[in-house]
């Protein structure tokens, strides 16, 4: 056989909370259905280890903060009803065979870019996460960023959320394929900071990073949305040696690194995009 891989790193999946609410039966298709083919190719080519990117959005409504491992899951929206289905899947999956391992990372908000501004997230199109939309409304290719909420029980009433640098998820990943080795069955493990920020402090901080400024306009909260969540990941350090050490000002830094010198995004900029 050409083709034979050891280890699956699965990071194939829609991801938008408000666009999930909008159009559902597509993220059980590509997230859940999707996930199904996956392990079937595996299967057929041996392949029995799996890294799963996960979501916090299983967890749903907090019964008490931070989440831990131990929290109840019962998501709130199709987004996080399909990442804890896929999870699911991997507990059975893996327990239908001696030799199989699986690893769902529960992310909480991935941000920010590679430090040298050569590779960063570019969405298409209007993007579904706080970050990018800001970045874009810094280098002024977008006019303001709506807050989706101004009244929740937060310190400044906008949403807070635990926003963790791509590069420490990266590591994370790294981690996890050596952990998979020595593992049988499947396992959960939070990736989050432990550190809330709200919208308005993520404007802020990415003010000061860019010396730009943001506008910004409150509108109507959005279905689907909780007031706070944040990560106790003690269980990463412990599983896999893993803790954040990125602030959120590297995320931002590293953010307008890469917008900063591709104003209109990797297609203005001349790259060729492959679909």
Known sequence: MEFAPDTVIHFAGLKAVGESVENPMAYYDVNVSGSKVLLEVMQ??????????????????????????????????????????????????????????????????????????????????????????IAQVAAGTRSELQIFGDNYDTRDGTGERDYLHVVDLAKAHVLSLTALVSQVGHDVIKIGTGRGVTVKEMVKAFETASGRSV??????????????FFANSDRAQIRLGWSATLSLA????????????????????????KR
């Open 250 to 273: 590297d995320m931002c830094k590293d953010t307008w690194a890469w917008q900063s010198e591709n104003i209109g995004g990797y297609q203005a900029s001349g790259h060729k995009l």
């Open 44 to 133: 057929s080519h041996g392949c029995h280890r799996l890294v799963f990117s996960s979501s916090a959005t299983v967890y749903g409504e907090p019964q008490y903060l931070p989440y831990d491992e131990n929290h109840p899951v019962a998501p709130i929206n199709p987004y996080g009803r399909t990442k804890l289905i896929v999870e699911q899947m991997l507990g059975d999956w893996s327990a239908a065979h001696s030799g199989r391992s699986a690893i769902s990372l529960r992310y909480f908000n991935p941000v920010g870019a590679q430090p040298s501004g050569l590779i960063r997230e570019d969405p298409l199109g209007q993007p579904n996460n706080l970050m990018p939309f």
């Open 215 to 228: 506008k910004t306009r409150s509108v109507a909260r959005r279905v689907g949305d909780l007031p706070s």
